[in-house]
């Protein structure tokens, strides 16, 4: 099979792959139907993380072609969603609703890679989702963000509590950003401020459910959403970026008693203890538990009541995606879908 390998920053080549097989009982093998390049491959593609020959991708949907004889809830021929961390579904992490941080996890990213025609899932029960029958080709893309992009967002928005009569800030305006506007306005929020400089990013967060677009960013950004809200800060803030700028933003914007929820894979942000002691936010963060959200956005998807495969703007064959990480890097893309 063909599959995508970053041999080191900016060189991602396609390359013949070993044909994934079931190793063990808990395993299932997926024929990938649609993959794409997150915000995060973009870390090691510009040298920020160390990267040798990895298998990239964590984002997938697909039909099982085969499952191990442990295997309950999903069966060849179902079409399937699955989260980006590989989780057994029964520890007692995954049973509080923290399947990224089972103690079985393994990170899709490197160890598996789904940028590829094809994919063995180990703890496929407690990873898959099947959809409730075969989706229309229309719906694909929509799936697909349920992978990550979409359960991510969620997941910062219900850390951030948003909800009825409640203001979201939403820091940063990638694919992930957009989601957390989406996860806002499907829960409940009041109103939803997109922190954004970028026109057509705007334009997305408008129609996903941003009540407010504000442009500054930094100090100026804090000091403009205090000034929308009586002087307070907003109730509930997404971080979806991972920087210094973005964190403290993030943090300065939110009242004192709000949350934070942050999603933005963490680089180099250091958190002074002044800064947390005096701001009294609760803050909840990290990967997101995906697997816990992906049968409610599953059927929210399923019965067309949200469009979150439109963050997607660029879609490849699977052949092109050193294309596909060349123009996400440049900006010319937000998302890209690689097609095997
Ligand atoms: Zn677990």
Do not use: C, K
């Given at each position: 099979m063909?599959?995508?390998?970053?041999?080191?920053?900016?060189?991602?080549?396609?390359?013949?792959?070993e044909d994934p097989t079931i190793v063990e009982a808990t395993d299932a093998v997926i024929r990938i139907t649609a993959t794409c390049i997150c915000g995060s491959d973009l870390w090691p593609y510009r040298g920020a993380d160390r990267v040798e020959r990895a298998k990239m991708g964590h984002e997938y949907v697909g039909v099982v072609e085969e499952v191990g004889s442990a295997v309950r809830t999903v069966k060849p021929g179902d079409f399937v969603?699955?989260?980006?961390?590989?989780?057994?579904?029964t520890c007692e992490i995954c049973r509080a609703g923290f399947p990224s941080s089972c103690v079985n996890r393994v990170f899709v990213d490197g160890a598996i890679g789904t940028q590829a025609q094809r994919a063995r899932i180990p703890f496929a029960d407690g990873t898959l989702v099947a959809t409730p029958g075969?989706?229309?080709?229309?719906?694909?893309?929509?799936l697909l963000a349920a992978s990550d992009v979409l359960g991510t967002g969620w997941f910062a928005a219900v850390a951030a509590q948003a909800g009825p009569g409640r203001t979201v800030a939403v820091v940063g305006d990638g694919a992930v950003g957009l989601m957390g506007v989406l996860a806002a306005k499907q829960l409940g929020a009041e109103r939803v401020i997109a922190m954004s400089r970028h026109a057509d990013r705007q334009e997305l967060a408008r129609h996903f459910g941003a009540t407010d677009v504000v442009e500054e960013r930094g100090d100026a950004g804090v000091a403009r959403i205090k000034e929308m809200?009586?002087?307070?800060?907003?109730?509930?803030?997404?971080?979806?970026?991972?920087?210094?700028?973005s964190m403290t933003q993030a943090i300065g914007a939110a009242r004192p008693g709000g949350n934070v929820g942050f999603v933005g894979v963490s680089h180099d942000v250091q958190l002074p203890g002044q800064l947390l002691f005096f701001s009294q936010v609760q803050v909840l963060g990290?990967?997101?538990?995906?697997?816990?959200?992906?049968?409610?956005?599953?059927?929210?998807?399923?019965?067309r009541k949200?469009?979150?495969?439109?963050v997607f703007d660029l879609t490849l064959p699977l052949e092109q995606a050193a294309e596909g990480y060349r123009a996400m890097d440049e900006r010319r893309a937000t998302k890209v879908l690689l097609t095997p």
């Open positions: 063909r599959g995508v390998i970053m041999y080191g920053p900016g060189d991602v080549r396609v390359e013949d792959r969603v699955g989260s980006f961390v590989i989780s057994d579904g075969q989706p229309d080709p229309d719906l694909v893309p929509h809200t009586n002087g307070l800060g907003a109730h509930s803030v997404i971080e979806a970026v991972g920087s210094q700028e990290g990967p997101a538990p995906v697997r816990r959200f992906l049968p409610d956005l599953i059927q929210l998807i399923w019965d949200i469009d979150p495969g439109r």
